[in-house]
Protein backbone atom coordinates (compact mmCIF):
# COMPACT_ATOMS: atom_id res chain seq x y z
CA UNK A 1 0.00 0.00 0.00
CA UNK A 2 1.65 3.37 -0.79
CA UNK A 3 0.22 6.57 1.43
CA UNK A 4 -1.22 9.20 -0.74
CA UNK A 5 0.26 12.70 0.02
CA UNK A 6 -1.07 14.53 3.37
CA UNK A 7 -1.54 10.70 4.62
CA UNK A 8 0.02 9.03 7.48
CA UNK A 9 0.20 5.88 9.47
CA UNK A 10 0.02 4.27 12.87
CA UNK A 11 1.18 1.12 13.82
CA UNK A 12 0.15 0.42 17.13
CA UNK A 13 0.32 -3.08 18.83
CA UNK A 14 -2.30 -4.54 21.46
CA UNK A 15 -1.69 -7.17 23.82
CA UNK A 16 -5.04 -8.83 23.32
CA UNK A 17 -7.28 -9.14 20.33
CA UNK A 18 -10.30 -7.81 22.78
CA UNK A 19 -7.96 -4.92 23.25
CA UNK A 20 -7.38 -4.41 19.52
CA UNK A 21 -10.63 -4.61 18.15
CA UNK A 22 -12.18 -2.24 21.06
CA UNK A 23 -9.44 0.48 19.96
CA UNK A 24 -10.61 -0.52 16.19
CA UNK A 25 -14.14 0.25 17.05
CA UNK A 26 -13.74 3.12 18.55
CA UNK A 27 -11.44 4.71 16.00
CA UNK A 28 -14.62 3.93 13.28
CA UNK A 29 -17.00 5.61 15.40
CA UNK A 30 -13.95 8.54 15.77
CA UNK A 31 -14.80 8.71 11.79
CA UNK A 32 -11.33 6.44 10.72
CA UNK A 33 -12.01 4.35 8.47
CA UNK A 34 -8.60 2.83 7.11
CA UNK A 35 -8.17 0.58 10.18
CA UNK A 36 -7.39 -2.74 10.52
CA UNK A 37 -6.77 -5.49 13.22
CA UNK A 38 -3.96 -8.11 12.26
CA UNK A 39 -2.19 -11.06 14.37
CA UNK A 40 1.62 -10.94 14.49
CA UNK A 41 2.96 -14.27 15.03
CA UNK A 42 6.33 -16.66 14.08
CA UNK A 43 4.48 -18.96 12.12
CA UNK A 44 1.81 -17.12 10.10
CA UNK A 45 -1.81 -16.85 10.47
CA UNK A 46 -4.86 -17.17 8.86
CA UNK A 47 -8.39 -16.66 10.24
CA UNK A 48 -11.74 -18.96 9.70
CA UNK A 49 -13.04 -20.11 13.30
CA UNK A 50 -14.95 -22.76 11.64
CA UNK A 51 -11.34 -24.77 12.15
CA UNK A 52 -10.15 -25.54 15.85
CA UNK A 53 -12.95 -24.93 17.62
CA UNK A 54 -12.77 -26.73 20.49
CA UNK A 55 -16.42 -25.72 22.12
CA UNK A 56 -17.88 -26.79 18.75
CA UNK A 57 -15.56 -29.89 18.85
CA UNK A 58 -13.69 -29.23 15.79
CA UNK A 59 -10.37 -29.41 17.53
CA UNK A 60 -8.47 -30.83 14.51
CA UNK A 61 -4.82 -30.03 15.33
CA UNK A 62 -2.71 -29.20 18.65
CA UNK A 63 -1.22 -27.36 16.83
CA UNK A 64 -3.86 -25.47 15.02
CA UNK A 65 -5.44 -24.57 18.80
CA UNK A 66 -1.97 -23.34 20.14
CA UNK A 67 -0.01 -21.49 17.54
CA UNK A 68 -2.94 -20.47 15.61
CA UNK A 69 -5.92 -19.76 18.05
CA UNK A 70 -8.70 -20.59 15.91
CA UNK A 71 -7.01 -21.83 13.10
CA UNK A 72 -4.90 -24.18 11.21
CA UNK A 73 -2.11 -23.06 8.83
CA UNK A 74 -2.97 -23.98 5.20
CA UNK A 75 0.76 -24.21 4.26
CA UNK A 76 1.66 -26.23 6.49
CA UNK A 77 2.02 -30.16 5.86
CA UNK A 78 1.35 -32.71 8.95
CA UNK A 79 5.13 -33.63 8.61
CA UNK A 80 6.01 -30.05 9.55
CA UNK A 81 2.98 -29.37 11.77
CA UNK A 82 4.77 -32.35 14.00
CA UNK A 83 7.96 -29.95 14.53
CA UNK A 84 5.40 -27.05 15.45
CA UNK A 85 4.18 -29.11 18.29
CA UNK A 86 7.23 -29.32 19.76
CA UNK A 87 7.31 -25.63 20.37
CA UNK A 88 7.19 -24.71 24.25
CA UNK A 89 4.17 -22.69 23.86
CA UNK A 90 2.11 -26.04 22.69
CA UNK A 91 3.75 -28.56 24.78
CA UNK A 92 2.89 -26.52 27.71
CA UNK A 93 7.02 -25.78 29.06
CA UNK A 94 6.44 -22.24 27.99
CA UNK A 95 9.63 -20.32 29.31
CA UNK A 96 8.82 -17.46 31.07
CA UNK A 97 8.83 -14.49 28.49
CA UNK A 98 8.87 -16.94 25.80
CA UNK A 99 5.33 -15.28 23.93
CA UNK A 100 4.41 -13.98 20.44
CA UNK A 101 5.95 -10.67 19.48
CA UNK A 102 7.24 -9.77 22.39
CA UNK A 103 3.67 -10.00 24.46
CA UNK A 104 1.56 -7.86 21.93
CA UNK A 105 0.68 -10.00 19.03
CA UNK A 106 -1.77 -7.80 17.56
CA UNK A 107 -1.31 -4.80 15.22
CA UNK A 108 -3.65 -2.11 15.12
CA UNK A 109 -3.21 -0.09 11.67
CA UNK A 110 -4.87 3.17 10.82
CA UNK A 111 -4.31 5.43 7.89
CA UNK A 112 -5.27 8.73 8.04
CA UNK A 113 -4.96 12.61 6.79
CA UNK A 114 -2.00 14.05 8.82
CA UNK A 115 -3.84 17.00 10.98
CA UNK A 116 -6.02 13.51 12.09
CA UNK A 117 -3.41 11.43 13.35
CA UNK A 118 -2.75 13.26 16.95
CA UNK A 119 -6.19 12.54 17.63
CA UNK A 120 -6.40 8.72 16.36
CA UNK A 121 -2.66 8.71 18.39
CA UNK A 122 -4.61 9.56 21.03
CA UNK A 123 -7.64 7.41 20.94
CA UNK A 124 -4.81 4.22 20.73
CA UNK A 125 -2.85 5.72 23.96
CA UNK A 126 -6.37 5.74 25.82
CA UNK A 127 -6.73 2.13 25.15
CA UNK A 128 -2.97 0.74 26.21
CA UNK A 129 -1.36 0.61 22.82
CA UNK A 130 1.86 0.07 22.54
CA UNK A 131 3.65 1.85 19.93
Known sequence: MQLSP?????????????????????????????????????YGVTFDNHYNNPIAGQA??????????????????????????ADPSVEGYTPIGYVDAGGK?????????????DTAESILKDKGAYF
Open 105 to 117: AFLVTVVAEEDKI
Open 60 to 85: ETLTGLTLYSTDRDRFVDNDSRVLLG
Open 6 to 42: GERSILAYFPSSTAAQEAVRTLKEAGYSEVQVDRVSR
